[in-house]
C-alpha cells in the first residue's frame, strides 16, 4: 500500500513564509516525477511545482520567483519553500507523485495526499 502524506501547512499573514513536506511510504520500487498542487475554492486544481528524479523543476507562472520544489530520493520526501505568500496563495496543497509499487509489474501508478491548507490572511 502506497502513501502520501503532507504537513505544514498553516496560516500565516502576506509576505511570509511557510514549508510544505510530503513523505511516501509503502511497497515502493521507484518515484518518478513528484508535484504540488493547490485547490482554492470554487476554482479547479491547479499546478503548483514539479520535479523528476534528476531534479529537473518547473513552476506555475504564478508562483514562480516566490516558490521553491526540491526532493530528497532518499527519503522519498518532496518539499514546497513558499515565500513572498500572497491572500491568492491561499488553497488546498496536494502532493501528487508517480510511483511503480512492488508488485505492479514496473507499471506507473498516480497517487495523491490528503492535502495541506494553507491560508494567507493579515
Known amino acids: 500500500q502506497v502513501r502520501l502524506e503532507e504537513s505544514g501547512g498553516g496560516s500565516v499573514q502576506p509576505g511570509g513564509s511557510l514549508r510544505l513536506s510530503c513523505s511516501a511510504s509503502?511497497?515502493?520500487?521507484?518515484?518518478?516525477?513528484m508535484d504540488w498542487y493547490r485547490q482554492a475554492p470554487g476554482k479547479e486544481r491547479e499546478l503548483v511545482a514539479t520535479t523528476d528524479k534528476t531534479g529537473t523543476t518547473n513552476y506555475g507562472d504564478s508562483v514562480k520567483g516566490r516558490f521553491t520544489v526540491s526532493r530528497d530520493n532518499a527519503k522519498n520526501a518532496l518539499y514546497l519553500h513558499m515565500h513572498s505568500l500572497r491572500p491568492e496563495d491561499t488553497a488546498v496543497y496536494y502532493c501528487?507523485?508517480?510511483?511503480?509499487?512492488?508488485?505492479?509489474?514496473?507499471?506507473?501508478?498516480?497517487?495523491w495526499g490528503q492535502g495541506t491548507q494553507v491560508t494567507v490572511s493579515s
Open positions: 509503502g511497497s515502493i520500487v521507484s518515484i518518478n516525477a
Open positions: 501528487h507523485a508517480k510511483i511503480v509499487p512492488i508488485d505492479s509489474y514496473y507499471t506507473e501508478f498516480g497517487y
